[in-house]
Antibody, heavy 118, light 108 residues
Framework: QVQLVQSGAEVRKPGASMRISCKTS????????IHWVRQAAGQGLEWMAW????????IYAPKFQGRVSTTTDRRTTTAYLDLTRLTSDDTAMYYC???????????WGQGTLVTVSS | SNELAQIPSVSVAPGQTAKITCGGS??????VHWYQQRAGQAPVLVLY???DRPSGIPERFSGSKFGTTATLTISRVEAADEADYYC???????????FGSGTSLTVL
């Protein structure tokens, strides 16, 4: 079955960087886009980035431009999210999810909790 | 504006029908997708392209759209339907994804 399994929780200090991984299985990795979405505690969903694993093309939400990068490794069918210059506002659960029709997404990874604290 | 507005909360008794709306200018021209997020879990796609159900989603979940408002309808509501529901579109003019603010469904 289709699965997206994310890396474990991380704690970072303000100003630091983070990298989250999303290991996929059960489908053709290059046939589906990957999206990254985050959710602060008690808040709604916030879209961050999109990548086409086949071409490597990316799109980033304007809010994160210059701080965010997403990449994929076709050999290991893994996607990565990098976020730099972290602040406490970046404390959130981060999700990867597979793009399907018309940019709907599913399934989702289990989430990676990132805590930014001094 | 590319915001999607949702009513913060809806309450319904078991067996009744819940309607959750999503409004915005993008709704008129873009496909609307809906997600269910139970407490402590990752979101799950329940409707895509305004009204289509992924495999495994009960027929009790249906969707419609008129003008700038999309509606997720849950018939014969069950306790397990208690969750947050988010609408989503891909803004093709700006090339980015937009989520609604979310609606918390409480089953009384």
């Amino acid at each position: 079955q289709v699965q997206l399994v994310q890396s474990g929780a991380e704690v970072r200090k303000p100003g630091a960087s983070m990298r989250i991984s999303c290991k996929t299985s059960g489908y053709s990795f290059t046939g589906y886009h990957i999206h990254w979405v985050r959710q602060a505690a008690g808040q709604g969903l916030e879209w961050m980035a999109w990548i086409n694993p086949n071409s490597g093309s990316t799109i980033y939400a304007p809010k994160f431009q210059g701080r965010v990068s997403t990449t994929t490794d076709r050999r290991t069918t893994t996607a990565y999210l990098d976020l730099t210059r972290l602040t406490s506002d970046d404390t959130a659960m981060y999700y990867c999810t597979r793009g399907v029709r018309s940019y709907a997404t599913g399934p989702w990874g289990q989430g990676t909790l990132v805590t930014v604290s001094s | 504006s590319n915001e999607l507005a949702q009513i913060p909360s809806v309450s319904v008794a078991p067996g009744q029908t819940a309607k959750i709306t999503c409004g915005g200018s993008d709704v008129r021209r873009e496909s609307v997708h809906w997600y269910q997020q139970r407490a402590g879990q990752a979101p799950v796609l329940v409707l895509y392209d305004d009204r289509d159900r992924p495999s495994g989603i009960p027929e009790r979940f249906s969707g419609s759209k008129f003008g700038t408002t999309a509606t997720l309808t849950i018939s014969r509501v069950e306790a397990a339907d208690e969750a947050d529901y988010y609408c989503q579109v891909w803004d093709s003019s700006g090339d980015h994804c937009v989520f609604g603010s979310g609606t918390s469904l409480t089953v009384l």
